[in-house]
């Protein structure tokens, strides 16, 4: 365990610590389309929900697709769902795509059909839940909400706690830590969000973190307490034969090809390349096409010669 007299505590957390993130953040943020002063709330938003699980490369050219596509949330309300669902491509996880939609229709149906600015008539919106909405409220309206993100959480280990990683998941304790951390001066503690979190993603990474160019390396009781190893070992999420790479499967045989018999789905499944050397059993496949319809990724026709499965709408 670290010595906890070399961890600086919540309340001494000087406005040099502030001072010297968020400059690091104005020299060395990246230049990203939604951090742009003229980015629309909806386009926050937009970048919020794709960026959940998804690393910034695979969201950027998404990201630029849709706000063309879709400047606002009407243009994507009215959107047919097998679009939205063909649009999002290979993000991940697209039941996103459907909330995504479904809190566009819900903002497209409120007076003035924009984002709302309240926190909590954010968190009312489909899919959005407590980091997306303290995230929305804080970079696309200043609101200083307390954001707390995986890279964040990871740096206030490691600065404070003297930890090399975080709880495996969100606490109380570090949700109290993050509030404390936060500045008392309204701009300053909204550029401090987005200064930790770019911190954690681009310096204070998981695996290799980059502590010679850290600018609070030496206030950091990680270092002070001899970097220990982690207080748990990090497993990572598995994906070859597993449910989700067979759903994938599943989803690009329909965005790209349209309805497919469904007796065929074992060959084309695996005709396509992306399940590698893996042949799931039909228990599986049932189990995943069970899932797809039940999240309205997927419809079922019986109405033909032969069942078949598309994309809904």
Sequence with gaps: MPDARSAPSPEGITATLHRRVNGWFAAHGRDLPWRDPACTPWGILVSEIMLQQTPVVRV??????????????????REPAAEVIRAWGRLGYPRRALRLQAAAAAIAESPGGLVPADHGQLLALPGVGAYTAAAVACFAFGQPEVVVDTNIRRVHARLVSGRALPEKSLTAAEMALARDLMPADRDEACRWNAAVMELGALVCTARSPRCGECPVADLCAWRAAGMPEPHYRPTGQAWAGTDRQVRGAIMALLREEGPVPVAALPRRTQESGRLGSHRPEDAQLDRCVAGLLADGLAVRHDDGPEPTLSLPG
């Design 60 to 77: 950027l050219p998404v990201w630029t697709a849709w706000m063309e596509r879709w400047p606002t949330p009407a243009d994507l309300a």
